[in-house]
Structures are given as C-alpha cells and as structure tokens.
C-alpha cells in the first residue's frame, strides 16, 4: 500500500486510526468570541483577568465527552493544557496561573485523562510554545500588548531563557505526572517573523531539541508535531484540505488535517459558519484518501459541556461512523484513480468507493477489470452489480434512489 514505508513501531496506531478529537478549552471560553480574544482585542492581564475569576465549569463531566466523541468514531484525543494565553489546565507547581486557583478549584486536565482512557482512547497533550501570561515571555508583534509603547519599553528586560525553562518545566509535569502520554502537539513557531521592533520565536527562543530530547527521553513512544521547528513525527496542515498526500521536501509523510467545527477552536458563541456533518465526513474521508489523519475540534463551553450544535454534529458523524468506519481506520490512499466527484479509501485486498455525488445509474472504474470480486454497499452489505466495461474499467450499477446515509459507499473485493 501507497505509505507502507512511513509506518512504523510508534506511529502504527495513528496511522490506523485516522480520526481525533481536538479539544481547546480554556478560560477564553468565557469571552466565548475566539480562543485568541486576549490578542485580537488588545486585552491586558487586568482585563483578561475577568475570564479567570468567572470561569466555573460546574457542568463540566469528561465521561460524557468521552462517550460523545467515541460514539462519533474518534480514538484519540489531544487537549489544550495551556494555550497562548498562558491559563493551565492542571494543578502545575510552576504557577498560579491555572485552573485550581479559577471559581472550578480543581484539575480539570486528570479527570479528562482518566475518562478518555477509561474509553479506550490514546491521549495527547497540546501545548503552547506562547505564553501572553508570562512575565519572562519578550512583547512581540503577536502579544496582546504590542501596541502599548510604555508597556514595552518598561518589559524590555524579559528574558526568554527564563521563560524556556518554564516552558521545559512544565512539559516535564505533563509527561510525568499523568501516565503515558501518545502525542504531545505543541503550538506554535514564527521565527520568520519580524515586526522591526521585534521578531518573531522559534526554536531557538524555545529550546526546542533539548526539549524533544527531553520528551523522547520521558516517553519514548510519544508522537511529536512539527511546530517546535524540529523534524517531528507528522505535519499538521490547519483548517486546509491539502490537495493529496502531504510532502516535505518532495517526499511523503505522515500528516494530521486539523479543522474547526464553526472556523474558531474555542468556543466561539456567535460565529455561525458551522460545516455540516456531510461536509465534515467528506473532508475526513478526503483526507483518508489521500494518506492522512483528520483531528476534528470541539470548543467546549465555560460551564463545560459540548454546545449542541456541536454535539449534534458529532452524532451525525457518529450515525455514518457506526456503518462505515471499516472505510476509515487502517485505511489510506489507493493506488487506482477515483471516478469523478468520487474518492477512494483501501485498506489491503478492500477497496472503498465513497460517492461525493450521486451518479445516474452507473459507475465507471477506471483500471479495475478483472480485479473486483464482488461489490456491496457497506451500510447494509447489499450487493452492488459489478461487469467488465469494454476498456480497462469495471462498471457498477447502481438504484436511482442513492441509500440514506450522508455519503454512501461502495465496498468493492479486490481479487
Ligand atoms: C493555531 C492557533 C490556535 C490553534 C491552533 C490549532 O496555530 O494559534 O489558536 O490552537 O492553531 O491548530
């Protein structure tokens, strides 16, 4: 199979399981208008400050979660345990700035560690490289206060190996303090950058190769991104469908879509630009077909549950997931060119034909005559008529009425 050379040892399970659920909560959801609230609008600690003291997810339970995001097909899912605005999920010894100290008096990262596990998911941490909190981390062009002459003139002495050893403090806990750990997603390097005033950070503001060093040493088996600025284990493309397999470089490599629900990854309470389920399915069956993962983000709300909107997209997904999911997982990129408006998923002798549109009747299968054995419909394993076509393509028939799923698949046995 097209990528069998990028598998290995560690990735195996990631590669086979192709679906994720992001999570970025924090106490940006409070503001409920983007996870970068505090940069977009300029806001100081003082103001930012109103978002710490009210957050109270007193509804927050991440078994429902779990079981939410596992009936939608996931098998993985990475967590926010501090975003750029610095606020920690957990109980860290290296500061105040987290959530024991907020109105919810209490690590909200272990209980979600422990569900998601209990449900059998892989776990993974993101975290992020930017702090707008830390009083070593240097006023650059993307900090809340950039504009503010005074307030950089007066911070002027903030040292960022200070902040360095903070950041490396903290990824310590993290590994070391919650069990295994199977992918650690850190977020995110810049250093091309500049302002004039100041540039942007990357991997020698970070650290960044004694701090992979550190996090192999930790947890040998953990799967690294690539946003340190240090070759990582796959590649993460962000609220884009790549346009076929993902290549560094000339060559291919494991990758991972990232995409949001409504265009934000926090909650975000009035954007509106939802992607419905359907358009959802079909980017993840996109990118399955071509060689890649889809991590699929969820915003949950300050009081700590899953906005309906998305819950109810997540259970459309989960409808399809239940009778399709074996055209996803351990399934990749397909050597045969897929008919139009149509995208192929194989994994080993089983072909899947994922139909976008809705044809007339019949289906016309470049390079496959001679070589389907028999073709059903997955949903309901009905069988689908299969003959030779005069060229090189076998042709299905198929009923005008198209089956009452979200996008139907055809299941075809390679000989
Ligand atoms: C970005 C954004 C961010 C989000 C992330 C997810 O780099 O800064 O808010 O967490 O991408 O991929």
Same mark, same amino acid.
């Given at each position: 199979?097209?990528?069998?050379?990028?598998?290995?040892?560690?990735?195996?399970?990631?590669?086979?399981?192709?679906?994720?659920?992001? $999570?970025?909560?924090?106490?940006?959801?409070?503001?409920?208008?983007?996870?970068?609230?505090?940069?977009?609008?300029?806001?100081?600690?003082?103001?930012?400050?109103?978002?710490?003291?009210?957050?109270?997810?007193?509804?927050?339970?991440?078994?429902?979660?779990?079981?939410?995001?596992?009936?939608?097909?996931?098998?993985?899912?990475?967590?926010?345990?501090?975003?750029?605005?610095?606020?920690?999920?957990?109980d860290s010894r290296l500061t105040d700035y987290k959530a024991p100290n907020t109105p919810a008096r209490r690590d909200l990262l272990r209980p979600f560690v422990e569900a998601?596990?209990?449900?059998?998911?892989? $776990?993974?941490?993101?975290?992020?490289?930017?702090?707008?909190?830390?009083?070593?981390?240097?006023?650059?062009?993307?900090?809340?206060?950039?504009?503010?002459?005074?307030?950089?003139?007066?911070?002027?002495?903030?040292?960022?190996?200070?902040?360095?050893?903070?950041?490396?403090?903290?990824?310590?806990?993290?590994?070391?303090?919650?069990?295994?750990?199977?992918?650690?997603?850190?977020?995110?390097?810049?250093?091309?950058?500049?302002?004039?005033?100041?540039?942007? #950070?990357?991997?020698?503001?970070?650290?960044?190769?004694?701090? $992979?060093?550190?996090?192999?040493?930790?947890?040998?088996?953990?799967?690294?991104?690539?946003?340190?600025? &240090?070759?990582?284990?796959?590649?993460?493309?962000?609220?884009?469908?790549?346009?076929?397999?993902?290549?560094?470089?000339?060559?291919?490599?494991?990758?991972?879509?990232?995409?949001?629900?409504?265009?934000?990854?926090?909650?975000?309470?009035?954007?509106?630009?939802?992607?419905?389920?359907?358009?959802?399915?079909?980017?993840?069956?996109?990118?399955?077909? #071509?060689?890649?993962?889809?991590?699929?983000? &969820?915003?949950?709300?300050?009081?700590?549950?899953?906005?309906?909107?998305?819950?109810?997209?997540?259970?459309?997904?989960?409808?399809?997931?239940?009778?399709?999911?074996?055209?996803?997982?351990?399934?990749?990129?397909?050597?045969?060119?897929?008919?139009?408006?149509?995208?192929?998923?194989?994994?080993?002798?089983?072909?899947?034909?994922?139909?976008?549109?809705?044809?007339?009747?019949?289906?016309?299968?470049?390079?496959?005559?001679?070589?389907?054995?028999?073709?059903?419909?997955?949903?309901?394993?009905?069988? &689908?008529?299969?003959?030779?076509?005069?060229?090189?393509a076998v042709v299905l028939t198929v009923p005008i009425q198209p089956p009452d799923v979200a996008v139907p698949v055809i299941e075809l046995f390679l000989t």
């Amino acid at each position: 199979m097209p990528g069998n050379d990028l598998v290995n040892e560690r990735n195996a399970w990631f590669i086979h399981d192709r679906f994720g659920l992001f $999570i970025h909560w924090g106490i940006y959801a409070s503001a409920a208008r983007h996870e970068w609230v505090k940069n977009r609008e300029r806001l100081t600690d003082a103001q930012y400050q109103r978002y710490f003291d009210h957050f109270d997810p007193d509804l927050y339970d991440p078994r429902e979660w779990a079981k939410v995001a596992k009936n939608a097909g996931m098998r993985y899912a990475v967590i926010t345990t501090k975003h750029h605005d610095g606020f920690c999920l957990w109980d860290s010894r290296l500061t105040d700035y987290k959530a024991p100290n907020t109105p919810a008096r209490r690590d909200l990262l272990r209980p979600f560690v422990e569900a998601f596990r209990a449900e059998g998911f892989r $776990i993974g941490f993101y975290h992020s490289l930017i702090d707008w909190h830390h009083p070593e981390f240097p006023v650059d062009g993307l900090h809340p206060q950039r504009d503010d002459l005074a307030f950089r003139e007066q911070e002027k002495h903030r040292d960022i190996r200070k902040y360095a050893e903070y950041l490396h403090g903290q990824v310590r806990e993290l590994l070391t303090e919650f069990g295994k750990i199977d992918i650690l997603w850190l977020d995110f390097s810049y250093s091309q950058r500049d302002w004039g005033w100041s540039k942007g #950070k990357g991997k020698d503001d970070w650290q960044s190769e004694k701090l $992979i060093a550190m996090v192999r040493e930790l947890q040998p088996h953990i799967l690294i991104n690539n946003r340190a600025e &240090v070759d990582g284990d796959f590649v993460t493309p962000e609220q884009v469908q790549p346009r076929g397999w993902v290549e560094v470089n000339g060559r291919r490599v494991v990758w991972e879509a990232c995409q949001t629900l409504n265009g934000s990854w926090g909650y975000d309470r009035d954007n509106l630009n939802w992607k419905s389920p359907d358009l959802l399915l079909r980017m993840l069956i996109d990118s399955v077909s #071509k060689g890649g993962n889809l991590l699929l983000n &969820v915003g949950p709300t300050a009081r700590g549950e899953f906005d309906p909107r998305a819950r109810g997209i997540l259970d459309s997904i989960g409808q399809w997931m239940h009778a399709h999911g074996r055209a996803i997982y351990g399934c990749t990129q397909s050597d045969f060119p897929a008919p139009p408006d149509c995208r192929y998923t194989q994994g080993g002798d089983r072909l899947y034909l994922h139909l976008f549109a809705w044809p007339f009747r019949q289906v016309f299968l470049p390079g496959l005559k001679g070589k389907v054995a028999y073709a059903q419909f997955l949903h309901d394993a009905s069988e &689908v008529a299969v003959a030779d076509d005069e060229d090189d393509a076998v042709v299905l028939t198929v009923p005008i009425q198209p089956p009452d799923v979200a996008v139907p698949v055809i299941e075809l046995f390679l000989t």
